[in-house]
């Protein structure tokens, strides 16, 4: 993603030309959600600065203790998922994940909607591409599914208020107050983002969907101050201001919804001449957020994250069970999620008592397999299948990896131009038969291909993939 070359993936996603490609995000706030997410902003601020240690385990025991003693006596699900065991002990009570959720949804919330009802409004919405699905008065959204389960999350308003007090606090750390306009590169699926908006903080919504020439227009005419969007939007913005076409100046760029490769970062802050800071979300949670140094900090006001080491990495890559502290509509109570973090170990330098994340190194359905010299199957991380590439030659400028079976590489590659593209591509094979060979690995079936596969529209880039 290095590249003013990049592919404008995005042009050739087709224009659904009724719907304006952006609407001012003004939208008339409940006048009783405004303390409440001016509430929740005071106090991210203050737990930022002061909750540490055994404050911050107090703190989040107290709030698990209500999330859980909440979801026992209003969700019939967790009432029975829990039958046999001590609700005090929270931290050991069976985990759940998306496919046990789905399956029982119907009982899983505290408001006793029905999935399918709530899967058809999302749908609908998703169609129509009107974001503002709501059933009674809750948001309903949709997650990717890349694994091929649809996952469906209903907020409250007074969790939205509470959601966009703390975004703003950790997002807008020492920001000085002025009007500020903020432009969000979504893939749709809710309106969850919609309720920050007013008077001081304008917010503009651009669905992914749309081809980029006309995003750049309404970008240039909307001048950001913050843009917040997938590492992979950025890196085209990044390539659209190298060619004057975008002419914006923005302060702060965010990165959401995919992980944010070094690489990709070096390269937009170098164009914007500005720091990518990342949020790290999901529809189950609120998990990360950058601090103005620049590391990951686990959000552990919101969310109790506990880890397992993952069998294989030496104990480095951990997958982490989260426990949402504030959600009642819909309780994440040990919620396994399948993404390998890398955590680190030493405090952050800005001070925060909040743990740091060093890398998301993609989700654990994206291993791929080797075999060794003796038969067995060694796991490769996304993270070596991802530098084995990158650091084959400096004139790889894109690239993805698709392992269709076992022991099998699709790479593709995009090269500088001029660039021999079969030099490149006999260093890749050397670098993969060197590395497989380092973890005493048979050598691979191999196969490399010049460009990038066209991209999905509005489906999350993973550079490397595993086809289950
Ligand atoms: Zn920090």
Known sequence: MISPRLRPMLSSFPAIAPKPLDRKWNCPMKITDLPLMARH?????????????????????????????YALQHSPFYRNHWANHDPGSWRTLPTVDKRLMMAHFDTFTTRGIK??????????????????????????????????HRGLFLVSPAEQAGWAGTILARVLHGWRPHHLHVAFFLRSNSNLYEQVGGTFIQFRYFDL???????????????????????????MLASERSKDKLRIMPERLISVAEVLEDHARQAIETIFSVRVQQIYQCTEGLLAVSCQRGALHIQEDIVMLQFEALEGSEDRLV?????????????IIRYRLNDLLE???????????????????GRSDDICYFETLTGELRPFFPDTI??????????????QVVQERNGQLHIYLQTEPG??????????????????????????????????????????????????
């Open 41 to 69: 902003f005071l106090s991210a601020r203050w737990n930022w600065q002061h909750l540490r240690g055994p404050a911050l385990e107090r703190y989040q025991e107290r709030r698990a203790q209500q999330i859980v003693a």
């Open 115 to 148: 999935r399918d009802v709530a899967m058809e409004v999302a749908l609908r919405a998703e169609q129509s591409r009107d974001f503002a699905p709501l059933l009674n008065d809750l948001t309903v959204g949709l997650s990717s599914g890349t694994s091929g």
């Open 209 to 235: 969907m749309f081809p980029l020439e006309e995003a750049v227009a309404r970008l240039n005419a909307f001048q950001p101050h913050i843009v917040v969007g997938p590492p992979s939007l950025l890196s």
């Open 319 to 331: 997958q982490p069970i989260i426990t949402d502290l504030w959600r009642k509509t819909q309780p």
């Open 343 to 361: 955590l680190d170990p030493a405090p952050c330098v800005c001070g925060s008592g909040f743990r740091v994340i060093r890398a998301i190194e």
């Open 386 to 399: 991802r530098r084995m590439i990158l650091l084959a030659s400096p004139d790889i400028t894109d690239y």
């Open 419 to 468: 660039a021999s593209f079969e030099r490149v591509a006999q260093l890749v094979r050397a670098s993969v038969a060197a590395t497989i060979a380092q973890y005493a690995c048979r050598s691979a079936d191999v196969e490399i291909e010049p460009g990038l596969p066209p991209a999905l529209p509005g489906k999350k880039l993973r550079r490397v993939r595993r086809l289950q």
